[in-house]
């Protein structure tokens, strides 16, 4: 038999951590840091990104969840947003030239709340001295002295009117109605009786007075109309005067305050000018209320005080708080919490609005600073993500209501007036979602022009291990855990090399790290409240992790161990093997074995993968089988051509089948079926083939080695019991400690390979032979035995095609002679 080059020791299947270079005894004496191991790139990415101040340069943090993006993004932006401007505050007000569409006020910060403050001191004042303004004597007697005028005006229009009826001998009557023009007789009244007796003539007399009476009437009450009006303009003009004077001193120092600022300018005139044409609302003797004693109006709307809402500031966004740049993390992006919403208050049974009810989202509240979403969350959301990648664009963000935006309502609301925006939106996803966008979304390449790629393993050195410990210190004070033992932080980066699967990395998916020292917390706490995580908690924490999710797993080696899945780890069998498949059950990943058989037979199909043709194989494994036909062609056809059909199935099988890591387990089976061979059933193999009979790496190497030790364990290790892997998968090798001390025991061992020619040696106790210099295979090897059954097969299927010839020939000639005798 050909031995394998080497066998792995325990050292070779395990990496241990040693951290006695440190020094210590626990994490208690190791200072605690918050450095992202592993994620240089990354994090030199994000630098980058919040360096550059141009348009577009906003940042996709590209990574599987757990490896610590969100937690790196919220240490960074707070260090570097404490060395940016605070930006300015932002107001909304109301726009007395378009009442639909409020203005937006900028002002420095915390400058808004004080504006704000100075109008509600302002109306306040007002409300104070309009009235005591209107009270003073001086206005009084202003406005009687006009009213008199206007009095005395009327007075003697109407004297001099009722002497022209006099002369005319009319009488007149006033009436809320109107002027009653009456004939008189005699100095009385005419009666109607009196009037029936005159003469035609007499009556046309007095209806012509009459006319012309009527008519002097009509033209002295449009003179009165117009004294009234003059008067009311008057003491309009004067009610102007008086409030301008308690008015402008107030609105001046304000204007005084604010000169630097045109648009506050520009919105007090306007203040001042609404102030004065709508000066009843300040006036207490103005109040519409009905007097004492009137019955109630049915259905009649109660009467509000005046609320002076059009004086109001509405403070948009405050920084007088903020220190440095915003920073906002948005939880819940959907539209109304990102952009802002205009809020509406039930009155009187009908929903109103007005611009102090516009509210901010997470966008203007980081505006000149940094905003941070889930990239998944932000597409989810209905009518955010384009609204989004408008307000980057344009630079301004308007607050709107997304229903009539979108044509869903026709109600008329508010349209307030956009803010400049200066923002730097930081969007975190995985690989999957940032190349979907930059395949399929121009816009998002324009806007996201920074890639910060992060990694989920680094290399691991005795540099990289103590920063690891420094990590896991830092871990367990952040979430208020117990300090780990030396020998408790060896076994968490143990199992982080684990996860990475590869002895010469450590895993940085800092979520499940976290997880498990959370777990290996509360055993410690159980464990007589112990004061320290040690080794043994941080196993029994993996253990049990793995006990709640291999339910599924156990009930397969039960299966196995009944004799319902066909499983044999012992003897030997002709065209049969053990190869090994993982499932991956999301939380929980393991090896089960799998039985391979194959059947090789004269005829031209050449290889045919049976789960193929019941379509249960994916397009990987259907290659892995046809590159097995190219190694048979190069191996053994250069002399001849192959008549053989062979049939290779995965049996017991009922799922579909995927991946290429079983190539090298169903060559050795054809192998074995044409040499007559039979292959070794203590010893599974994992491991694709090339055309050329290398083999190649695959993954799953520890769950694939485990799945088979299990099997064996449970009936019984012989000591000949293996699992043969490619020669590059022995660096990922983290096996168990159960694996591990059956190794050292000589009970189970791990043959790595670099060609077939080795696995087939280990498998089947022969050499595999090389062709010689007369291009034989030496006598008694495998590959010569494989040739030989090749040949008779192809000399069998060239004597049945010859046979089958010359029987056509015959018959030819028969039909021929009996032609011819016809």
């Known amino acids: 038999m050909g031995k394998n080059p080497y066998e792995l020791s325990p050292a070779q299947a395990y990496r241990q951590c040693d951290l006695s270079a440190l020094s210590i005894e626990s994490s208690d004496q190791l200072e605690s840091c918050e450095e992202f191991v592993g994620q240089d790139r990354a994090i030199s990415a994000i630098n980058f990104g919040l360096g550059v101040s141009h348009c577009g340069y906003n940042i996709f943090l590209s990574g599987p969840p757990g490896v610590g993006k969100s937690s790196s993004i919220k240490r960074i932006l707070n260090e570097v947003a404490g060395t940016k401007t605070t930006p300015g505050d932002w107001c909304y007000v109301y726009n007395f030239l378009d009442p639909n569409a409020p203005k937006a006020l900028s002002l420095p910060t915390g400058h808004g709340k004080v504006f704000k403050k100075d109008m509600e001191d302002l109306v306040e004042t007002l409300q104070r001295e309009i009235p005591k303004a209107f009270e003073s004597k001086d206005y009084e007697q202003e406005q009687q002295r006009l009213q008199s005028e206007a009095q005395t005006s009327k007075t003697e229009l109407f004297d001099k009117l009722q002497k022209t009826a006099t002369e005319k001998e009319f009488q007149l009557q006033f009436s809320p109605t109107g002027v009653v023009t009456l004939p008189l007789h005699k100095g009385k009244p005419l009666t109607q009786e009196e009037y029936s007796k005159l003469t035609d003539e007499e009556k046309a007399g007095i209806n012509k007075r009459k006319d012309e009476m009527e008519e002097q009437v009509a033209a002295a009450y449009k003179i009165a109309r117009k004294v009234d009006r003059e008067v009311a303009a008057k003491v309009k003009e004067l009610e102007r005067r008086v409030a301008l004077f308690a008015v402008s001193d107030l609105l001046d120092n304000i204007r005084e305050k604010y000169n630097q600022y045109p648009e506050i300018i520009d919105y007090l005139h306007h203040v001042q000018r609404h102030i004065l044409e709508n000066i009843d609302k300040f006036r207490h003797d103005k109040d519409q209320a009905p007097p004492p004693g009137a019955p109630p109006m049915p259905f009649v709307q109660p009467v509000e005080p005046p609320s002076f809402t059009e004086y109001k500031v509405n403070v948009f966004i405050d920084n007088s708080n903020t220190e440095g740049a915003p920073v906002v993390f948005e939880t819940h992006p959907i539209y109304s919490n990102l952009f802002g919403t205009i809020e509406r208050v039930a009155r009187f049974g009908m929903f109103t609005t007005d611009f102090t009810l516009i509210r901010p989202g997470s966008l203007p509240k980081a505006n000149g600073g940094y905003l941070v979403v889930e990239a998944l969350d932000i597409l989810k959301a209905p009518f955010v993500w384009d609204s989004l990648k408008k307000t980057l ?132 706490s159980s464990d007589g409240n112990a004061d320290y995580i040690s080794r043994e908690h941080v196993a029994r924490a993996i253990e049990q992790k793995i006990f709640r999710s291999n339910m599924i797993e156990e009930k397969l080696q039960e299966l196995i161990q009944q004799g319902s899945i066909l499983i044999d780890s012992d003897g030997r069998a002709v065209g049969q093997i053990n190869g090994v498949a993982v499932y991956d059950l999301g939380d929980y990943a393991f090896g089960k074995p799998a039985r391979i058989t194959c059947e090789t037979y004269m005829g031209m199909e050449g290889l045919v993968n049976i789960e193929r043709r019941a379509k249960m194989s994916g397009s990987i494994h259907d290659k892995g089988v046809l590159i097995l036909g190219g190694y048979l062609g190069a191996k053994y056809a250069g002399d001849k051509p192959l008549s053989v059909s062979a049939t290779l199935a995965f049996e017991q099988s009922y799922s579909m089948i995927e991946g290429d890591s079983a190539s090298a387990a169903e060559l050795i089976a054809l192998l074995s079926s044409l040499s007559g061979l039979a292959i070794r059933q203590d010893i599974a193999i994992t491991g694709s083939v090339d055309q050329k009979g290398n083999i190649q790496p695959i993954g799953g190497v520890n769950e694939k080695t485990e799945g088979f030790f299990k099997c064996c364990e449970a009936r019984g290790l012989s000591g000949k019991h293996g699992m043969v892997i490619p020669h590059q998968n022995v660096r990922n090798l983290m096996l168990s400690s159960t694996v591990r001390e059956s190794i050292e025991k000589g009970k189970f061992h791990i043959y790595p390979v670099t060609s077939i020619d080795d696995v087939i040696e280990i498998m089947m106790d022969k050499p595999a032979g090389k062709r010689g210099k007369s291009g034989k295979f030496p006598r008694g090897t495998v590959h010569y035995l494989v040739d030989k059954r090749l040949g008779k097969l192809t000399e069998g299927f060239k004597k049945l095609t010859k046979g089958a010839e010359g029987q056509s020939e015959k018959k030819a000639a028969a039909n021929n002679g009996e032609e011819n005798e016809e």
């Open 393 to 524: 664009e344009n630079q301004e963000l308007g607050v709107e209501d997304v229903f009539q935006q979108y044509g869903f309502t026709s109600t008329v609301g508010l349209r307030p007036e956009p803010i400049k925006v200066d923002i730097k939106v930081i969007m975190i996803g995985n690989p999957s979602i940032y190349h979907l966008l930059y395949t399929y979304d121009e816009d998002f390449r324009k806007l996201f022009k920074v890639k910060a790629d992060y990694d989920t393993v680094v290399e691991r050195t005795p540099e990289t291990e103590n920063k690891y410990a420094c990590l896991l210190k830092h871990m367990s004070e952040l979430h208020n855990l117990k300090p780990l033992t030396r020998s408790g932080l060896e076994a968490v980066i143990e199992h982080s090399s684990r996860m990475a699967a590869d002895q010469g990395k450590l895993s940085v998916m800092h979520g499940s790290i976290s997880k498990l020292m959370h777990e290996a917390h509360y055993l410690a």
